[in-house]
Structures are given as structure tokens and as C-alpha cells.
């Protein structure tokens, strides 16, 4: 049988839908609505806080030699002692036999309970233990020498040192008089404060007529000598003994009572009791939540591992504290465990002008200290190299594509890199959430290439209309800040996210793919026959006049390298030594390397197949955590040094890092600052509105649908957003940028969301087989200040930048918009498109509703992506904004093609449908009174523990 709350999950979604409603901002915060109820106080508090370290000792040797032996442990799972290898097993769910459960139920009512003892030692202990009125003076002067003998425990042979994981332990005689802490070892796990053991004590007494059950809670926890291998306070104490049985029950039923106590639930209950009854109650209550495998239908020798995210126990402890009226009146959440929807203080009107970015301001303020110090630690060292690089590669990219687009006037010059250090390092300092970084991005781009179209046509200044359509840009940005618009972003939902971010991340991909293909254009792949193969080394006649055709013979018969040709002194001679003799290289193939393209593609696949398994590897079973970790965190540094080491290696000319070397405008002949008119005509200034308001548009949906994604509460965000605070630093940059000629700078999704990827807490594995917990993220300013002062100092970086490949940076490129596309669950809803219903996983979504009405949605959403590519990609480009808007009404008008019950668990529910959700008859089925086999299923949303990557 499988215990309540620890089911097997699949690997696959183990810990991809964990409910937002549980990921609190911090583990020290303060207690949370799903939190058990304090063993002193009464009150809810952290689960954590009752962590107990129980340890069996099974009583062998009859007849001959007793001895207790250790055979089991437990914190939250359980290790066995596997005596033949000699080493503890890996941690693993334990599995329990009913009847074990209920003979113990058995014996605990027949037997000793005894409630708040006072003993102060083992000795005293083992007095109120055998005052049993079933024994006689003789059998209890038995028993308690027995109960006093040192049990033996497998220990490392280094003494002090950790052994839980340890692979040679050893068995600790019992004559062994070296110090206690000599002879215990504790697991690997750095016990919280208030931590207590719990100590089993089972086997067969020949000597004894009975069985004796005898359970003990210590008012207050003290140290038991040896009894337990950590020398942690003891609170509990069970003894079962009894004549021998066939089988093992005394030792079933001892592991029963190590699982009861390994349950929070029942811990807790345990701590608080007051009489047998209220034991016996909570033993009812775990009965009542076990699950029952049927005999035969699984291997009892299988042991279950511990799930990769442990399931919600929220039900659970509600269910203690207020009983099943109050949970049938609790309110209903959404399918994605957020609970009745409420904006937070960040998206309330004030209804003043400029009262949103006040409140921000005052928010932000508080945390502006801690937004320094929080960066002293070593993983920011990490995030710096990896976003710094990504930024770098970034502005190389989206340059090179801004100068082919306006055919100069702006590009990967000095621009690009003094541009984003300026907007960035200021955004970092003043922006409500200084995780984000500040980028050109794909809409952006679109918007700056038929802006200089229309310019070009119709013979406008480009730069100086730019200036005018950036000052209203900031204009109108001022106006959204001052009337709290940023509110509306509210209305975007799941729908609308995926659907910017799908577009965002092809565009991602496609243009990393595409600066590849370009490369192979540059440096084309060589083949015998081809035109670009040849290169013949002529030389001049003595009276000056080069090579004319002719039958002539080479003069020497030994020079290999000397060819009837038809021509006078031509030879295949290399360019370099052609050109040292004096001759000079003709063909299109005498400065071309035939093996740059092939090597470049093999390039750009190796730092891409090598970022994504590093990245992977942080969760696999190979090497320490600490080195899985180190690995997994400079994954892209890595990826980028075997790059730029094979490219040294092998010695070939691949196209390098472009560098910027001096300060001064890409365009020639224009000063720093953009002239206000140019040779444009005056009433051009107020005509600029009208792309402005598109732009503006356009600015406010790649900032905000940004903001939204980088600050879900499945993030655990701490110190909150600032969506009208970062409006208004985008507003003030739009009017830097725009009197500078820079390019425009909006946030950048896929390497804001790898920053935070890179800077997300974990806490450390404590318990032996639970995985680490997903605490957050380092919030801080400090790693994207950084980020931005060494890409305005890579003009001076230059002789070490040049030397890193171009299609290496290519590579890590298409690494981070793979990672954010496979991340977003519209790519999952597009998988299952592709599936047999056989094989697809067994979601909690496909449960509740039709996999034809899935399909449905999914197919809506791809045809909007396929009509926002299409509109992007011609010269109705101009309306894009537009449609990126229109994603909203596109969702709200799905309220007539599905149901509620079906949008709550495919999206989320409209702002203006919250109080109506509960009233329309969904709340039997989404609030606590759900099935209880569905009462510990994770729900289908993103991942937490890894960070939802979606895209720029």
C-alpha cells in the first residue's frame, strides 16, 4: 500500500505543476494558509518545524544472544540497512501492510500510553516503561536490562564524520567504551533548530506470555545516551515486543509506527494529544487517507522513489483545523492552485494622477539597501558571466540586423554597445524590477525597419523623424503612467502571454538560425568543380606584361606544383608562398578557407548541444549536487570556452566577435545628438504622433506582457513589481535614446527570464530523498548593473572579446530560445496534437475537459501566431501593435466558444469573472471537495523549481 500524499508522479511533470498558490515569497515569511498546526501554540505553522529523525531498532539473536540492531530509519522517507552490502539504501516512499497498521491499533489501545512523561534519562525512561502491571518482578528486571543493553548502529570508520549516504559503514561493538559522539554520525542534513528524535524499539521476547505495546511522548525532549545514532533530543518513544509469530509483525508494525510519525499530519496530532483516544483518532484519521494496492497487481519488492515535488498537504491540514463544514465552504481555486483571483497592490487603482508610480516608488524604496547586499553571494558571479555574454551576443545580433535595416544609420557599432550599457545600468538603478534586462527585441525591430521604409520612400530625414516619433512615444508613455494604465494589464491572461511570447521565441530562433545560414553564404562550402575552387598563381614576363595563354610546357620537370594549363608560368602554388616568390594569386578561391562553413555549423551545434546538456545535467543523478549545480549554473560559460578552445585548436578563420574600437556615431558626419528638424519640413514633428501611438502601443504590450511573465507569483517574488515604475523609466530611456540616435530598448523576456533562471534559490536537500525546494529568486540590482558596465567596457575588451566565434554565440542564442519555447504550455498543448491518446500523459487537465475541445483552443492560438508572423513578415507590418492587442479581445471573445469550467483549467479566468466563477456551479468541482484521488495530483502549469523560460 502507498501512503496518502506520496504517490509516484512521472518524472516527466514531477515538478511541472506545482500550484502557484503554495510557492510563498519566503520560507521564513510567516506562516501560510497550507501550514500544519503548531505543536505549542496551536497555530498554523511550517511543517518543517516538526522535522523529526525516527530510527527503528529490531531486537535479534533469539534465543541465543539479544542485541538490538538498527535496521531502519526515517525523516520523511525511509532508508533501509541492507546488511548483505553493508551500507544504508537510497531514501525511498515506505510501503506498509494494512493489517500491521491495524494490529498496531490493537496493541497501542490494550497497551501503555503514556502522555508528557517526565523522565530526564533512558534509565528513567526504561522505570516508567516497565511499570507494567501484566509482568511480573522477574520479567521486569529482564526487560529492563534488555531495554538498557547499547544497541548497535552502522557507522562510518571515521568517527564524527556524516554517514547517511555512506557506502562502508561499520558496526559499533558493544563494548566500545570511546565517546558518544565517536560512536553515532549524523545524516547529511543540517538539522534545524528544534529538531527531535523519535526511537522504535520492536522484536520477539520469547519470555513474555503477551504482546507489549507501550507508546511514550517526553514532556520534555532530552538526549537517550545511545539508544539513537544522532544524538538529537528524543520526544518519542515506542516499545513493541511480545512471544514470537510467524513472520515479521513485530518489525511490520514497528516500521508502522516510524511511518505514522514520519507524517506531519499525524506528528503533529501525536504532539497535541491529551489521552489514548486522541491518538487512536489521528491513527483513524491516516487510515482514512491511505491508498490500498490490490495483492498481486505490484511487486512489493519494488521500492518507490521519492517524488521529484512532494504534493500539497493543504487539504490535509485544513481539514484538521476547521473540519469538513469549513471545507465545503471554502472558496473555490482555479486549476491552477492561485486561489479566487485578487489583484495585488501593484495593479489597484488609486485613482490619483501619477498615484501608481508613487506607490511603487514608496514600495521599491524600502527594499533599495537590500537590493545591494542581496547580491554577496557566489551565484551572482554566475548570472553576471551568463547574462553579460547573452547581452553582449544579443546586441551583436539584433545590430547587425537594426544596421541592415536602416542601412546605417544605426547598428553594431559603438551604438549598440554604449546604447544598451547606458539604458540598461539606468533601468537597473531606478526600475521596480531591476531582473529585468533592457534590450532591442524582435517587435521593436520590425517597427524600427518600416519606419525607415516609409523615411527612405517618401525622402524624410530618417533620424531626426525618429527623434520626433521618440519624444511622442515617451509623450504618450507619460500619459499611460499617469492614469494607472498599467492596471490593464490584469486582462493579460495565460491566452495572450503565450501567444506574444510563441511569436517572440520563433523570432528568437528564426533569427539565430538565419545569421547561421548567412555565414554559409559568406564562407560557402567548397566542392570539387565549383567555381570558387580555383586559384592559380601567375606570374609576370620579364617585360612586365602578365601571363597570356600558350601551349608551353613547365620549364621544370621536377615542380609538382607546375601544371600545363595553357598558360605562361602559372602554377597551384599556395597564395602565401605564391606571393613570396614574387607571383600573384588569381581565382575566387585563393582567400577563401574551404572548411570555415562546415566548421562553423559543427561550431554553432556543439555550444548548443553542450549548453542544453549542462543545463540538464543540474538535474541529473550523475556527480555531487554542489559540482551539478556549479555545472548546471555556468552552463552557457562553458559551451562558450569549448567553443572558442576547438576554434583555437584547429586554427581556422571563422567570423569572430565584432568589436567596436572608437567613440563616435555609426552614421558618418552627424554629431552625438540628432538634430530636431533636419532637412524635414516643420509640421513633420506633429505628424509623428501617428506612428508614435503605434509604437507606443507596441512599447506598452513588450514591456508589460514581460512584467506579467517575470513577476507570476510561482516566481516567489519578495519584494514586488513596479509595472508603472518601469513604464516610466522606458518613457524616460525612449527620450534619451531618441536625441542620442540610439536604438530603443524595451525589456527582453528570454534573457531577463534566463537572469532569473540563473538567480533562482533552492534550499538545501536536508532530508535524506527530498528534493530541494524552490525558494525564490535572489532579487538584487547589483548583477544587472554589472551586466550593463561591462558591455559599455567591451570597447575596451576587445582584444580578448575578438577571439570568441560568432557562430558559438549563434549557438548559445538558439539554446536560450529553445529553453524558453519547450517551457511555455501552449508547446506542450502543440505536443499532444502530435500523440496517439494512448500515450499522452496522464494530465489533470485532460481529466476535466474533452482532448477535442483542448485541441480547439490549441489550434485558436496557433492561428493567431500563424497571423501575427504573417503580419509581421509583409508590409502590413505597420498594424502589428495592433494585433498584439487584439490578443486580448481575441481571449475575451473565447468566452463564447468555451465554458468557464473549461477556460479555468485551458487559461484563466477574466478579471471581471472572478465573483462569478464560484456562483455558476463550478465550485463543487474546483473547490476543496474535489475526489480524493485527485486530491494530491499536481495541477497542469509551469514549472516552478526551474523557472518558467518564456521568451523575449
Not at 493543504?314 to 473540519?323: I, N, P, Q, V
Not at 521593436?444 to 533620424?463: A, I, K, P, Q, T
Not at 552627424?670 to 505628424?687: E, H, I
Request: a neutral charge.
Amino acid at each position: 500500500m502507498k501512503l496518502s500524499g506520496q504517490e509516484e508522479f512521472e518524472v516527466s511533470r514531477a515538478c511541472e505543476n506545482v500550484p502557484t498558490g503554495e510557492l510563498d515569497n519566503d520560507s521564513g515569511s510567516g506562516p501560510r494558509p497550507d501550514d500544519p498546526l503548531d505543536a505549542a501554540s496551536g497555530k498554523l505553522g511550517d511543517p518543517k518545524d516538526l522535522l523529526l529523525f525516527i530510527q527503528l531498532n529490531e531486537l535479534l539473536g533469539w534465543p541465543q544472544a539479544l542485541e538490538w540492531r538498527e535496521t531502519g530509519r526515517w525523516v520523511l522517507f525511509e532508508e533501509k540497512f541492507e546488511v548483505g552490502a553493508g551500507r544504508w539504501s537510497a531514501p525511498h516512499v515506505p510501503a506498509v501492510a494494512l493489517s500491521s497498521l491495524q494490529k498496531l491499533r490493537s496493541l497501542l489501545a490494550k497497551g501503555l500510553v503514556l502522555l508528557d512523561c517526565p523522565a530526564q534519562s533512558l534509565l528513567e525512561l526504561v522505570e516508567q516503561v516497565t511499570r507494567v502491571e501484566s509482568l511480573s518482578p522477574e520479567l521486569r528486571g529482564q526487560l529492563k536490562a534488555l531495554l538498557l543493553q547499547r544497541p548497535q548502529h552502522p557507522i562510518q570508520t571515521t568517527g564524527a564524520s556524516p554517514c547517511w549516504g555512506s557506502a562502508q559503514p561499520r558496526e559499533a561493538s558493544r563494548d566500545e567504551e570511546a565517546p558518544l559522539k565517536e560512536q553515532v554520525c549524523g545524516p547529511s542534513l543540517e538539522a534545524p533548530p528544534g529538531t527531535e528524535a523519535g526511537a522504535v524499539l520492536a522484536g520477539e521476547l520469547g519470555f513474555l506470555a503477551h504482546p507489549l505495546g507501550v507508546f511514550v511522548r517526553l514532556r520534555d525532549p532530552v538526549v537517550l545516551g545511545p539508544l539513537t545514532e544522532v544524538p538529537l533530543p528524543s520526544r518519542f518513544f515506542c516499545l513493541l515486543v511480545g512471544p514470537p509469530t510467524l513472520g515479521r509483525s513485530y518489525h511490520e508494525m514497528g516500521r508502522a509506527v516510524a511511518v505514522l510519525l514520519s507524517d506531519p499530519q499525524f506528528q503533529g496530532s501525536a504532539r497535541r494529544a491529551s489521552n489514548l483516544q486522541d491518538l487512536l483518532a489521528a491513527l483513524d484519521a491516516f487510515l482514512e487517507e491511505v491508498t490500498v494496492l490490490p495483492p498481486g497487481r505490484w511487486d512489493p519488492t519494488v521500492r518507490i522513489p521519492p517524488p521529484k515535488c512532494l504534493p500539497s498537504q493543504h487539504k490535509r491540514y485544513l481539514g484538521e483545523a476547521t473540519g469538513p463544514s469549513a471545507r465545503r465552504r471554502a472558496p473555490a481555486e482555479d486549476p491552477h492552485g492561485r486561489g479566487p483571483h485578487a489583484p495585488g497592490p501593484e495593479l489597484r487603482r488609486t485613482g490619483r494622477l501619477f498615484g501608481g508610480l508613487v506607490q511603487d516608488v514608496r514600495r521599491k524604496a524600502s527594499w533599495y539597501p537590500s537590493d545591494f547586499s542581496d547580491a554577496l553571494h557566489p551565484q551572482c558571479l554566475s548570472a553576471v558571466l551568463y547574462i553579460y555574454l547573452a547581452t553582449v551576443t544579443n546586441a551583436i545580433t539584433f545590430g547587425g540586423l537594426l544596421g541592415e535595416a536602416t542601412d546605417g544609420a544605426q547598428g553594431p557599432a559603438l551604438t549598440g554597445f554604449l546604447g544598451t550599457a547606458v539604458a540598461g545600468a539606468a533601468f537597473c538603478l531606478m526600475a521596480g524590477q531591476p531582473l529585468t534586462i533592457l534590450s532591442s527585441t524582435g517587435p521593436v525591430l520590425v517597427f524600427e525597419r518600416l519606419l525607415f521604409s516609409f523615411s527612405r520612400d517618401h525622402g524624410l530625414d530618417y533620424l531626426p523623424f525618429r527623434l520626433w516619433v521618440g519624444l511622442w512615444v515617451a509623450t504618450f508613455c507619460l500619459v499611460l503612467v499617469a492614469t494607472e494604465a498599467s492596471v490593464l494589464v490584469r486582462y493579460f491572461t495565460r491566452f495572450t502571454e503565450e501567444g506574444f511570447c510563441a511569436l517572440i521565441s520563433l523570432i528568437f530562433i528564426y533569427d539565430a538560425v538565419g545569421k547561421m545560414l548567412t555565414l554559409t553564404q559568406a564562407y560557402p562550402i567548397q566542392r570539387p568543380g565549383s567555381l570558387a575552387y580555383g586559384c592559380l598563381c601567375q606570374y609576370p614576363e620579364p617585360g612586365g606584361n602578365e601571363s597570356q595563354w600558350t601551349s608551353t610546357k613547365p620549364k621544370v620537370e621536377d615542380d609538382i606544383l607546375s601544371l600545363d594549363l595553357g598558360l605562361v608560368n602559372a602554377s597551384l602554388l599556395p597564395p602565401p608562398e605564391c606571393a613570396r616568390r614574387g607571383g600573384h594569386p588569381r581565382g575566387p578561391g585563393c582567400h577563401t578557407v574551404p572548411d570555415v562553413a562546415v566548421f562553423s555549423v559543427l561550431l554553432f551545434l556543439t555550444s548548443f548541444f553542450f549548453a542544453m546538456a549542462l543545463k540538464h545535467l543540474k538535474t541529473s543523478r550523475f556527480f555531487p549536487s554542489v559540482v551539478r549545480k556549479m555545472l548546471g549554473d555556468f552552463s552557457s560559460v562553458l559551451a562558450i570556452l569549448l567553443g572558442c578552445g576547438l576554434d583555437a585548436f584547429l586554427d581556422l578563420a571563422t567570423p569572430k566577435l565584432l568589436v567596436p574600437r572608437e567613440f563616435k556615431p555609426t552614421l558618418p558626419g552627424r554629431g552625438w545628438l540628432v538634430s530636431p528638424f533636419g532637412a524635414n519640413p516643420w509640421w513633420l514633428s506633429v505628424a509623428a504622433a501617428l506612428p508614435a501611438l503605434l509604437l507606443s502601443i507596441l512599447i506598452f504590450m513588450d514591456q508589460q506582457i514581460t512584467g506579467v511573465i517575470l513577476n507570476r507569483a510561482e516566481y516567489r517574488l519578495r519584494k514586488g513589481a513596479g509595472f508603472h515604475l518601469d513604464l516610466f523609466c522606458v518613457a524616460a530611456l525612449m527620450l534619451l535614446t531618441s536625441a542620442l540616435g540610439l536604438p530603443w530598448y524595451v525589456s527582453a523576456t528570454v534573457i531577463s527570464l534566463a537572469h532569473m533562471d540563473s538567480l533562482q534559490r533552492e534550499s538545501r536537500a536536508g532530508v535524506p530523498g527530498e528534493p530541494p525546494s524552490f525558494l525564490g529568486i535572489r532579487e538584487q540590482r547589483l548583477t544587472g548593473l554589472v551586466v550593463f558596465i561591462l558591455t559599455g567596457l567591451s570597447i575596451f575588451l576587445a582584444p580578448v572579446l575578438k577571439f570568441i566565434p560568432m557562430p558559438v554565440l549563434y549557438g548559445i542564442f538558439l539554446s536560450m530560445g529553445v529553453a524558453a519555447i519547450s517551457s511555455i504550455q501552449f508547446t506542450k498543448r502543440v505536443q499532444l496534437l502530435l500523440m496517439p491518446a494512448k500515450h499522452q500523459p496522464d494530465l489533470l487537465l485532460l481529466r476535466h475537459v474533452p482532448l477535442s475541445r483542448v485541441h480547439l483552443f490549441t489550434a485558436i492560438q496557433l492561428a493567431c501566431l500563424g497571423l501575427l508572423w504573417i503580419i509581421k513578415s509583409t508590409p502590413a507590418a505597420i498594424i502589428f501593435p495592433l494585433m498584439l492587442l487584439g490578443l486580448v479581445g481575441v481571449r475575451k471573445a473565447l468566452e463564447w466558444v468555451f465554458s468557464p469550467q473549461e477556460l479555468l483549467w485551458l487559461d484563466e479566468p477574466m478579471p471581471e469573472k472572478e465573483r462569478s466563477i464560484p456562483e455558476t456551479g463550478l465550485e463543487p468541482e474546483y473547490s476543496f471537495n474535489r475526489s480524493d484521488s485527485e486530491d494530491s495530483e499536481l495541477r497542469y502549469q509551469p514549472k516552478a523549481p526551474e523557472i518558467n523560460i518564456s521568451v523575449n
